[in-house]
Nanobody, 117 residues
Framework: QVQLVESGGGLVQAGGSLRLSCAAS????????MGWYRQAPGKQRELVAR???????NYADSVKGRFTISRGSAKMTVYLQMNSLKPEDTAVYYC???????????WGQGTQVTVSS
């Protein structure tokens, strides 16, 4: 089992920045990839950004150039730096960890990000 704890959400004005953090614990040796997803009211959960254990990253088109995903020195901490935030970025952001061996997904509890116009 893997446990994920997120922090860093909040309310910010359009154009502002926020940094989300996610710390993994438990069977972390099984994690191949970590990332961030978001879900806005009435919409499906969507990928925002993810990073593999090898450091490869990919981003949703809507956040390219504005968001940056990175790992901490402990490798089982992942960050999402969000700049130039827009009202359409408002959503609950979820940390995800993927175990490629067992093909299991683990999720954090979610953190609210609200961008006011």
């Amino acid at each position: 089992q893997v446990q994920l704890v997120e922090s860093g959400g909040g309310l910010v004005q359009a154009g502002g920045s926020l940094r989300l953090s996610c710390a993994a614990s438990g069977s972390i040796f099984r994690i191949n990839r970590m990332g961030w997803y978001r879900q806005a009211p009435g919409k499906q959960r969507e990928l925002v950004a993810r990073i593999t254990s090898g450091g490869s990253t990919n981003y949703a088109d809507s956040v390219k150039g504005r968001f940056t995903i990175s790992r901490g020195s402990a490798k089982m901490t992942v960050y999402l730096q969000m700049n130039s935030l827009k009202p359409e970025d408002t959503a609950v952001y979820y940390c995800n960890a993927y175990d490629g061996g067992y093909r299991d997904d683990y999720w954090g509890q979610g953190t609210q990000v609200t961008v006011s116009s």
